[in-house]
């Protein structure tokens, strides 16, 4: 049995239409990733920037995403959820509340819906409910921002955010709703 390529046309080669639409998700993501803190430095400054460069880290759990989906597109669309998840996580720890980052876990709970069909319900259902878990438990609870900004720095990056999280989640009701 022949590999396939590890590449952007790897997820049209998968028959399930769902994980080919988590993987074109998934790429979406890790193309964006750099441009992140160039847009950070654009809005907040230089220094803002170098703070933001560790969420680029995220880029290598995304590119797992096709390689799973080689092999398992079940798994890998769990995966991309849960990827998502902690990267939001990871970003609103990093970046305070105040920065807007935790908008993110609205595309995160549209990946948990769909990117599983009506007859896998049971992990739609679990993995909805574990964002919106991962929400109660710590919405307001993030504590201190790894990186501290001033108040008008934060209020920027929560435009920013906001505005990519509307973008993401337009994107993804725009890719999956040709499924």
Request: glycine share 6%.
């Amino acid at each position: 049995m022949g590999r396939r390529p590890l590449s952007a046309e790897a997820g049209a080669l998968l028959k399930d239409e769902r994980a080919q639409a988590s993987v074109a998700a998934a790429w979406l993501i890790v193309a964006n990733k750099p441009f992140y803190p160039l847009y950070v430095w654009w809005i907040a400054g230089r220094d803002a920037a170098f703070a933001a460069t560790p969420t680029m880290a995220g880029a290598i759990f995304y590119l797992a995403v096709p390689v799973i989906a080689r092999r398992a597109d079940f798994l890998a669309r769990v995966a991309l959820v849960c990827v998502a998840l902690v990267d939001t996580l990871f970003a609103t720890k990093l970046f305070g509340a105040a920065a807007g980052t935790e908008a993110f876990l609205f595309p995160c709970a549209l990946l948990a819906f769909v990117c599983f069909s009506p007859r896998d319900h049971i992990s739609r259902r679990v993995l909805v409910a574990l964002v919106f878990v991962a929400f109660l438990a710590l919405h307001g609870r993030y504590g201190a921002a790894l990186n501290g900004w001033p108040p008008q720095t934060a209020a920027k990056l929560l435009e920013l955010d906001l505005y990519s999280a509307a973008a993401l989640t337009a994107f993804l009701v725009w890719r999956f709703s040709r499924i």
